[in-house]
């Protein structure tokens, strides 16, 4: 197990967090390109990934750690990267766009953001995760 927590701005800039930023953010751009549903284009799909990554983790953090003081605030940062940030570009963009894919874009976009806030919530490296995923498993300590 690690010695010491580092801080989050390193948690933020962690090669292996990062690479998963960047392939997630590939293939929601691949989507766009291919132009899978009408609400699905780059920009958002830049906006909304790059707000997971900011977000997810530390929402996922306050359930898991009950810092219930703390879950109004995480149940924003959550809502707005999965519809109000979401809400806001299309009605720009495209009112007749939100009004037709909204209802289908929040549970999508809300399974997303468990699942990176689940990626992300390790605080270590890459090694660090294997290892202490592999004595989880196996019962070995290193």
Known sequence: MRATVPSPLLEYLRPWKLFTLVAGIVLLVIGAVLKIAPDWDIPISFIMALLA???????????????????????????????????????????????????????????????CGVLWLYRGSLRDLVGDASEELTGVRR
Do not use: E, I
Request: one cysteine or more.
């Open 53 to 115: 990554y900011l977000t997810a983790p530390w929402s996922l953090r306050v359930l898991v750690q009950r810092r219930w003081k703390l879950l109004p605030l995480a149940l924003l940062a959550t809502w707005f990267t999965v519809d109000g940030c979401y809400a806001l570009y299309w009605h720009w963009r495209d009112p007749q766009v939100l009004s037709l894919m909204r209802a289908y874009n929040f549970p999508a976009s809300l399974a997303l953001y468990g699942l």
